[in-house]
């Protein structure tokens, strides 16, 4: 089946840190640039991150910029997502997805509508405590 499967989510304290992976299965991470979105209860799944696929950029969300840092193994076909400085407002599932119209990233995050975005994976829930 061609989707991305996440991992690494636990339950952590606030000021902690986790890494959260994204195996590309079924196809190349090469083409595609890749997001991490995360889905908070009763929210809207939001786009915090991308990585281009064409030259590494990288780009973030507000609330996540300077905590999060997102990276890619070509050689694992795998997108990793490390977050700092975690707060309880960080809890999520979180979710990676394929950017069926780019290599490179739009520039901005959020992106804007989500419609371009393939592969989703089941996500990993991420849980900070107080």
């Known amino acids: 089946e061609v989707q991305f499967v996440e991992s690494g989510g636990e339950l952590v304290q606030a000021g902690g840190s986790l890494r959260l992976s994204c195996l590309a299965s079924?196809?190349?991470?090469?083409?595609?640039?890749t997001a991490w979105f995360r889905q908070a209860p009763g929210k809207e799944r939001e786009e915090i991150s991308c990585i281009s696929a064409s030259d590494g950029s990288t780009f973030y969300e507000d609330s996540v910029k300077g905590r999060f840092t997102v990276s890619s193994e070509n050689a694992k076909n795998t997108v990793y997502l490390q977050m700092n400085s975690l707060k309880p407002e960080d809890t999520a599932v979180y979710y990676c997805?394929?950017?069926?119209?780019?290599?490179?990233?739009?520039?901005?995050?959020?992106?804007?509508?989500?419609?371009?975005?393939?592969?989703w994976g089941r996500g990993t829930q991420v849980t900070v405590s107080s």
């Open positions: 079924g196809f190349t991470l090469r083409d595609y640039a």
């Open positions: 997805a394929a950017d069926l119209m780019r290599r490179r990233c739009y520039g901005t995050v959020p992106s804007g509508p989500y419609s371009h975005y393939a592969y």
